[in-house]
């Protein structure tokens, strides 16, 4: 039977990116009424250091970000990482199976570490064997993210795959990557070769959550284009990264495919053509910030959640984690 895991960092800071690329689709997947399990990853965000204040007031927010975009904590299992503590205990296991040489070729650990890997955090180093344990220890077999997580995700796999080898066994599923739907990499507003992030150090770059009505259209207006209006079909925006990124978040708004929105838009300026999109984004995403600072207001009730959320995980997590000690050899 299949099962939905997917996570988010409770670094602070929701992007429109964040919200096309992962949280839309994860509500689209609990509403397909598969099973369906969403994870604050606190301990992932501690690879890199966290004010304290700051980490217990993101993961809160992140919280009522995932409820105001449709997660029913209800229908999904709600948690944050670290209040399971299989996670951790996974994941020393398979710190154990993985390889240096695997964990070095990983193209976010080079590009966070940066010149100055020497004084990287181990965590930051081992975050990929956390993140196969987040969906292996629930058998997992379905993992939507964006784009940018499509490496880690093959090292999950990787890891599956040489735990069942090293131990005779096919305990564990591997697990596939969903990577799909018009925005699986929404890129900057200022720059259509950049993913848009929370870290980019212009705000204009990018659309937060918690923008209001008119900062998210000026943010739209102010997008970098080209002065061509759209092409006429979908080929024309091959080398337009763009007028490419703002059909796509129009597409992925929309629940369109970018052909049905080319067939509509296409040959408009985007004098017309942002204004639309201005229009859309802020009818979708404005009850978003509404809601999320609603939530906010009761942090006790966003708290009681997460722990529920966590004895729902846990009492999944907990037999898997026990099942492969067993497999490893550990003495109960
Ligand atoms: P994180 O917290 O950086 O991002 C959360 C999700 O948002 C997606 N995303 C985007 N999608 C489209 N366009 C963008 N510009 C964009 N920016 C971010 C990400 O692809 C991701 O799906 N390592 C993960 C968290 C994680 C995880 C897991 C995910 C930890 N354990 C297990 C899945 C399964 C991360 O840092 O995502």
Not at 29 to 55: F, K, S
Not at 246 to 272: C, H, R, W
Request: glycine residues 6%; hydrophobic residues 40%.
């Amino acid at each position: 039977t299949p099962r939905v895991f997917s996570g988010i960092q409770p670094s602070g800071g929701l992007t429109l990116g964040n919200y096309l690329g992962a949280l839309k689709r994860f509500a689209d997947a609990q509403d397909r009424g598969i099973e369906t399990l969403y994870c604050m990853v606190d301990m992932h965000a501690i690879t890199v250091w966290q004010d304290p204040a700051n980490l217990t007031r993101a993961t809160r927010e992140l919280c009522a970000g995932f409820i105001a975009s449709g997660v029913d904590p209800e229908k999904s299992i709600l948690f944050n990482q670290s209040q399971v503590a299989a996670h951790a205990q996974l994941a020393w296991v398979f710190n154990c199976v993985a390889r240096m040489g695997w964990m070095k070729r990983m193209t976010q650990w080079k590009d966070k570490a940066g010149k100055n890997a020497e004084n990287a955090s181990l965590g930051l180093f081992a975050y990929p064997a956390l993140m196969a344990a987040d969906i292996l220890v629930y058998h997992a077999t379905h993992v939507p993210v964006g784009e940018d997580q499509k490496q880690h995700l093959e090292l999950t796999r990787d890891i599956a795959i040489k735990f069942n080898n090293d131990f005779g066994t096919d305990f564990f599923p591997v697990p596939e990557p969903v990577i799909e739907g018009a925005a699986t990499r929404v890129m900057s507003l200022r720059d259509g070769s950049k993913k848009m992030s929370k870290s980019d150090p212009s705000d204009m770059s990018r659309i937060n959550l918690t923008d209001d009505a008119d900062t998210i259209a000026k943010k739209i207006r102010k997008a970098k284009t080209d002065p061509e209006p759209l092409p006429e079909g979908p080929d024309g925006l091959a080398e337009r990264p763009e007028a490419r990124n703002l059909v796509n978040i129009y597409a992925a708004l929309t629940d369109q495919t970018v052909a049905e929105v080319m067939a509509e838009q296409g040959g408009k300026p985007f004098s017309e053509f942002k204004p639309l999109l201005a229009d859309l984004a802020v009818a979708k995403l404005a009850p978003i910030s509404t809601e999320m600072a609603r939530l906010m207001q009761d942090t006790s009730e966003i708290d009681a959640i997460l722990r529920r959320g966590a004895e729902r995980a846990n009492a999944i997590a907990e037999p898997i984690l026990q099942r492969t000690y067993d497999i490893v050899g550990m003495v109960r």
